[in-house]
């Protein structure tokens, strides 16, 4: 906002003045009562936090790309020196409420999770929560090293930073409110993370517990859990946790989520409980039509299966997933298709007709995030075990891929036959052309023989009637 309000020159450099309020790594926060920018230095000069200056900066393109928050400073004056602002504490709500600009702020919440970022792996992001909201955190350096802060998972902690109204300074330029943690000041522990997760009764935004029978396992650290309370809860579990049998009896710990459709949990830790048994009950005899058309034929997707046992009846089109080993078949049935997570099963051959019996699974536009509406964007079937898959109708031999090779075979054939065919016609061609040549050889020779012998007989016959006048 302040860069297009100052006085504009030819070589697109315009002339600010205001407050450096953050310094940044080597870079600063400039504010003049309109707005704030970040800005990039292309010179030094002795400024500092809190200085009124002058500056000249230009809005063309720089090293994170063209940010309309991010300008280059091609020179500074120190106006006069001032105070820096103070800091302001805050929440994670207030960090997500976007009515702040550019801040330097201390936020107090629980870390609910931990990871790299994967466009830029030096880089360690943080969430942290509190009850109504949450606050994405970027930290770089030996404060933020992803083995030292993973422990902080589920604890309280307090942190500084600046506050960026959106976008950072990498390649995500549309994302909200979020904070670059200050590298110079070390996380907070305010309370530490459960020594028992399984035994504290800490409040949201902490881990919570539910406890239930594990319905079907897929991936590598997904399930889903049939709770004591009767919902069906989608649990993802932390890397370090196994999966459990199909059947057994668990508490999960974790935090725990909810959208328009179902319960789930993220960063979840199991315990085993005793008394275990495989799930029971009758699957729900259905169509693919059914799941994804209306009775009036209107497309849509049909969210009541989710976490239920369901059974389906089509043919194998295909499979996808990792090369060497395809984890999802395609299913059809006139038309309509589904995919089935098989896992390890024996696949089918393709083109068999089957009968499969599975646990629906609901997949979200925001199936991660917890949001008061999300749109639905697909539903699959998760196979428990290979009885699960019953093959009704082995593909017949004649199967496309067959044909089409059956084809290409026939095609490489009529190649050969014209292409010996051709070879045959030039090899003729160049044999008749030689016995012509021969023949009209032998011709004139033929003809020179008999010419020669006429002027002999001829020259005979004279020299002999001279000699007899």
């Known amino acids: 906002k302040p860069l297009f309000t100052g006085v504009k020159s030819e070589d697109n450099v315009f002339q600010l ?6 310094e940044i790594r080597g870079h600063f926060i400039f504010q003049d009562g309109t707005g704030g920018l970040a800005i990039i230095p292309a010179c030094t000069n002795a400024w500092r936090r809190g200085d009124r200056v002058r500056l000249n900066a230009s809005n063309k393109p720089n090293g994170f790309g063209e940010i309309d928050f991010v300008a280059c400073a091609e020179s500074i004056t120190v106006l006069s020196h001032g105070t820096p602002p103070p800091l302001v504490r805050t929440t994670p709500a207030g960090i997500a409420s976007g009515r702040h600009g550019f801040q330097h702020v201390e936020i107090e919440g629980v870390v ?4 790299k970022d994967e466009i830029d792996p030096e880089w360690t992001i943080l969430h942290v929560e509190d009850e109504r909201s949450r606050a994405t955190v970027w930290g770089k350096g030996p404060l933020f090293d992803r083995a030292r802060v993973t422990p902080l998972v589920d604890a309280r902690i307090r942190l500084r930073g600046v506050r960026f109204p959106k976008g950072d300074l990498s390649l995500r330029h549309y994302i909200g409110p979020w904070v ?9 522990i305010i309370a530490d993370s459960p020594s028992d997760p ?13 406890a239930g029978t594990v319905l079907v396992a897929w991936g590598q650290n997904r399930l889903f859990l049939s709770a004591d309370d009767g919902r069906t809860v989608e649990v993802h579990l932390e890397p370090s946790e196994e999966q459990p049998p199909v059947g057994a009896r668990v508490l999960a710990v974790g935090f725990i989520r909810h959208n328009t459709f179902f319960t789930y949990m993220t960063n979840a830790r199991l315990r085993t409980l005793p008394g275990g048994t495989a799930p029971e009950g009758q699957p729900q005899d259905t169509s693919i039509r059914a799941l994804f058309h209306t009775a009036d034929g209107h497309r849509r997707i049909d ?22 080993k395809a984890t999802a078949a395609r299913l059809e049935e006139d038309g309509d298709e589904i995919d089935v997570v098989i896992g390890d099963c024996t696949r ?18 925001k199936s991660m995030e917890p949001d008061t509406f999300v749109t639905l964007t697909g539903l699959s079937l998760l196979v428990r075990s290979a009885s699960d898959i019953e093959i009704l109708e082995s593909p017949s031999w004649w199967t496309p891929v067959r044909l089409r090779i059956a084809l290409g075979v026939l095609l490489l054939l009529l190649i050969g036959i014209f292409a010996w065919n051709l070879a045959l016609r030039l090899v003729v061609r160049h044999r008749s052309r030689q016995l012509l040549r021969e023949s009209i050889e032998r011709i004139e020779a033929d003809l020179r ?8 007989v001829e020259l005979h016959d004279t020299i002999a009637q001279n000699l007899t006048g």
């Open 17 to 22: 003045e205001g407050n450096i309020t953050e």
């Open 112 to 115: 609910t999770a931990v990871f």
């Open 180 to 188: 670059l943690a200050d590298t110079d000041h070390p996380i907070e």
């Open 198 to 210: 399984f035994a504290s009764e800490l409040p949201p935004p902490h881990r919570g517990r539910i």
């Open 303 to 324: 969210p009541t299966v989710n976490g239920r046992l369901i059974r389906l009846t089509g043919v194998i089109t295909g499979y996808h997933g990792p090369a060497e």
């Open 348 to 365: 089918p051959p393709i083109g068999s007709r089957v009968r499969v019996t599975g646990i629906g699974r609901l997949t979200c536009e």
């Open 449 to 456: 023989t008999e010419e020669r012998t006429r002027l002999a």
